[in-house]
């Protein structure tokens, strides 16, 4: 298939040392969540993690700020119990089946990012608490004012660097709906951002793996087996850094502008400026 062969020449070609050439004040993470009641998907968390940690080691990013941690309630009460005192919430259980919601992510999630709590207590940056109850449409706006209203809380300026973790669809540089996204937002404030998306061979039962893309021309709702594009099975060794809108050979366009994330419609190279691509 010649887009396939397209991309792992130029992922050979286009692999980098994960230094963000772009001019930003904002280096967004984009993760696809892990699933938060059962740790299969715990290679999702590895490869944001990691990734986290090294763009942190930076002394110029001065805060972390994550849409995981909610701007109040259980969640930001047990991320500062651990920075206070390093008190870890009690590990959760699947058979306990009367907690809601919240405690489930206060077990959960302080454990998900420890290390970079830990990171934080030895190398000191402020934690934006950014999460929202809010869903849907109004979610991408809502953790904009959270960011907002951290960043001034802290006393942070626009040209303060850091690190944002978020969902992917809040990170990308174009919208797939009418509403704009975290990024978007963000920029329209005056802050510059660049995404790096964070891809792992993940499969949950019975969907489409993380690292799956497919040809821009493809009809969603015909879609075949040979259509889809696992991006892991292109690179022998990772994790892997690739800028997604280089220069080609023959001065041709990065073939991340002919693919999508499938339900996306704006192209790989139109939505995150990088892909980090990690195996389990």
């Known amino acids: 298939m010649a887009l396939t062969d397209d991309l792992k020449d130029y992922i050979t ?60 309630g259980p969640i930001r009460a047990g991320v500062d119990d651990y920075m206070k005192s ?20 206060k077990r959960v999630l302080v454990r998900r990012y420890q290390p970079i709590l830990d990171f934080i207590r030895a190398n000191p940056r402020y934690i934006l608490d950014i999460g929202t109850i809010i869903d849907g449409d109004a979610r991408d706006g809502a953790l904009a004012q959270n960011f907002s209203d951290e960043f001034k809380a802290r006393g942070l300026h626009v040209g303060d660097a850091g690190v944002l973790l978020l969902g992917a669809l809040h990170a990308a540089a174009v919208s ?40 821009t021309t493809k009809p969603l709702d015909g879609l075949k087996q040979e259509d889809l594009i696992r991006l892991t099975s292109l690179v022998d060794k990772t994790p892997v850094t690739i800028a997604t809108n280089r220069d080609w050979t023959d001065k041709r366009a990065s073939p991340f502008r002919r693919v999508t994330f499938g339900s996306s419609k704006g192209s790989v190279a139109e939505q995150f400026e990088y892909i980090v691509l990690q195996k389990a």
């Open 13 to 72: 070609r286009n692999c980098t040392n994960a230094t963000i050439k772009e001019k930003h004040n904002v280096a967004i993470v984009a993760e696809t969540h892990a699933l938060l009641k059962t740790n299969i998907s715990e290679i999702r968390t590895k490869a944001t993690v990691r990734l986290l940690l090294e763009l942190l080691a930076d002394v110029k990013y001065k805060y972390f700020a994550n849409e995981s941690y909610a701007q109040k």
């Open 86 to 105: 390093k008190t870890l919430p009690p590990v959760f259980d699947p058979k306990q089946t009367d907690l809601d919601i919240e405690e489930i992510g």
């Open 176 to 215: 797939d709906s009418q509403k704009p996204t975290v990024r978007m937002i963000l920029e329209k404030g005056g802050l510059s951002c660049v995404s790096i998306r964070s891809l792992t061979d993940f499969q949950k039962p019975g969907e489409v793996a993380d690292d799956v893309v497919v040809e």
